[in-house]
């Protein structure tokens, strides 16, 4: 109950005090995935328990719209959030502008909403560069707790949080 009051607070105040349509982007990694097959693993035990441990997390959020990247291990994160918050899911693909042209599409499509992107140890920072123009540490292989939230106001101007989400089993 603390984490989701938690995530509350850091939504609440990066509202922008003005008012005017705010956008609430929020990036996480898959959970964590199976060895095999190496190609599409799906999610392990621990993940599908994560996984359903970050719906609770976002269960205050208001989330309208959750991309996913087309892996299993992406998906099997983001069907839990879908479900709980009857979010639209929206499969994307991993192209070579795939950051650019995610951070592009939320800015068009998702004003004044609360989108969820689950992505991998590469993509998720790549896409919080492509908001906000800020540099995020690479996530290792073996991080799975990191939440990022962006915020973007109406002017255009970003504001990001990093949580570190307790998610683990």
Do not use: W
């Amino acid at each position: 109950k603390r984490i989701v009051l938690l995530l509350g607070l850091v939504i609440t105040l990066a509202a922008p005090s003005l008012g005017g349509a705010q956008t609430t982007v929020i990036l996480v990694r898959h959970a964590e995935k199976e060895d095999a097959p190496p190609t599409d693993p799906p999610l392990a035990i621990e993940g599908r328990n994560r996984a359903t441990r970050l719906a609770e997390y976002l269960s205050t959020a208001n989330v309208t719209t959750v991309y996913s990247t087309p892996f299993a291990r992406s998906l099997q994160t983001a069907a839990p959030v879908v479900e709980a918050a009857k979010a639209k899911l929206v499969e994307t693909q991993v192209t070579g502008n795939y950051a650019t042209s995610m951070a592009q599409r939320i800015k068009t499509d998702n004003v004044g909403q609360t989108v969820v992107v689950v992505g991998h140890s590469n993509t998720t920072p790549q896409v919080v560069k492509a908001l906000t123009g800020v540099d995020v540490p690479a996530i290792p292989e073996t991080d799975y707790g990191n939440l990022y939230i962006v915020t973007i106001a109406a002017d255009g101007k970003t504001s990001l949080f990093t949580v570190s989400a307790p998610l683990a089993s």
